[in-house]
């Protein structure tokens, strides 16, 4: 079974960058739909970005495409999240997940989640 961990979370200003990174362990996730989601207190998680598993085709949600960049590196059984321009509204718990089935509708698989903080 492939275990999802996340890290590169943080308190970052107003306008800052930070990466997130989501290493998977256990067997290789090269064939799974790789995506991040993010939650806040009180709230459904949300989609953020998705990509395929070759790397081809990528999603954004409308509140973060151009700032953010989901990449995914095969070899290394990593997925990456770079965040620019990040707002207050960017604060939240971020989450790794994937889709066994290699399509990006059902997530069987999430890590524990890293929290960014964004100041204003």
């Known amino acids: 079974q492939v275990q999802l961990v996340e890290s590169g979370g943080g308190l970052v200003q107003a306008g800052g960058s930070l990466r997130l990174s989501c290493a998977a362990s256990?067997?290789?996730?090269?064939?799974?739909?790789m995506a991040w989601f993010r939650q806040t207190p009180g709230k459904e998680r949300q989609f953020v970005a998705g990509?395929?598993?070759?790397?081809?085709?990528?999603y954004y949600s409308d509140s973060v495409k151009v700032r953010f960049t989901i990449s995914r590196d095969n070899a290394k059984n990593t997925v990456y999240l770079q965040m620019n321009s990040l707002k207050p509204e960017d604060t939240a718990v971020f989450y790794c997940?994937?889709?066994?089935?290699?399509?990006?509708?059902?997530?069987?698989?999430w890590g524990q989640g890293t929290q960014v903080t964004v100041s204003s």
């Open positions: 990509i395929s598993w070759s790397g081809s085709r990528t």
């Open positions: 997940a994937a889709d066994i089935d290699g399509i990006g509708v059902t997530y069987e698989l």
């Open positions: 256990g067997r290789s996730f090269s064939n799974y739909y």
